[in-house]
């Protein structure tokens, strides 16, 4: 098999003293789309922000195409092809939603069209002139995600992308993390919603207490069902 596109090794990370990642390790090839498992506190979206260099104090390895990023500034890490959807969404209040659309800088070649945008996001195209603000939550949640497309990130960071919103929303982030994964974007996953991840995945890794302590392939998931259930309570 190809070198991973991102290999994650030994990584420890801090916020201020406390002492959250202890030594996780993971890998995802081009292409693919993981998601890392767990319940609340477990170290999930810390490992996400970690990637990026975005906790305080970080160790280990992190390798992006072959490319070292520990040493490395958030900007610097980004610019290798890194997209990040994050949890609170980070949505201009102040700017209309086709302004925070057009906001992110190009990162690298592939990178999305507005048009092709809102042809996989129709409700966007339709609120392309409301303010941020008169969003609903998913819609805010289509632009969160739709934003770091036109960058030309080749890695999508998706941290808990289902939080709170409608099935029916639910079930529109779903068809389109399916074409993205048909486009060979790669695709990391933090996820609450297992029902929801677990068709999507390739390969599951499940945390807990800062570290990764099983990993699940989708043919596997029959098989390891009570173990899950275990871990997560689904």
């Known amino acids: 098999m190809s070198k991973p596109l991102l290999k994650v090794a030994g990584l420890d990370s801090w916020y201020g003293e406390s002492h959250i990642l202890h030594g996780v ?3 995802i090839h081009e292409g693919e789309l993981i998601t890392l498992l767990g319940r609340n506190g477990a170290g999930r979206s810390t490992t996400m922000k970690s990637i990026l260099g975005l906790t305080g104090r970080r160790t280990g390895s992190v390798q ?13 890490i980004a610019r290798l ?3 990040y959807c994050p949890e609170e969404r980070g949505i201009f209040s102040s700017l209309s939603c086709e302004e925070n659309l057009m906001l992110p800088p190009k990162i690298g070649p592939g990178g999305m069209s507005v048009e092709e945008i ?12 409301s303010q941020g603000t ?12 739709a934003r770091i497309l036109r960058s030309g990130a080749r890695i999508l960071l998706l941290d808990e992308i ?8 639910v079930q529109t982030l779903g068809r389109v993390i399916r074409q993205l994964k048909a486009k060979g974007l790669t695709i990391i996953l ?12 390739d390969r599951h ?6 570290q990764i302590v099983a990993t699940v392939h989708k043919d596997e998931l029959d098989n390891k069902a009570q173990m899950l259930n275990e871990y997560l309570g689904v």
């Open 162 to 169: 289902t939080e709170g919103l409608a099935p029916v929303i």
């Open 25 to 27: 390790n993971f890998e």
């Open 134 to 145: 008169r969003l609903s939550g998913g819609e805010q949640q289509m632009l969160a995600m």
């Open 118 to 129: 809102y042809e996989m996001f129709p409700n966007l195209k339709e609120r392309r002139n």
């Open 205 to 210: 890794y499940v945390m807990e207490h800062g």
């Open 64 to 76: 992006i195409d072959g490319v070292e990023t520990i040493g490395m500034q958030t900007n610097q």
């Open 81 to 83: 092809g890194l997209g």
């Open 190 to 201: 933090v996820e609450q919603n297992f029902r929801f991840a677990a068709p999507l995945a």
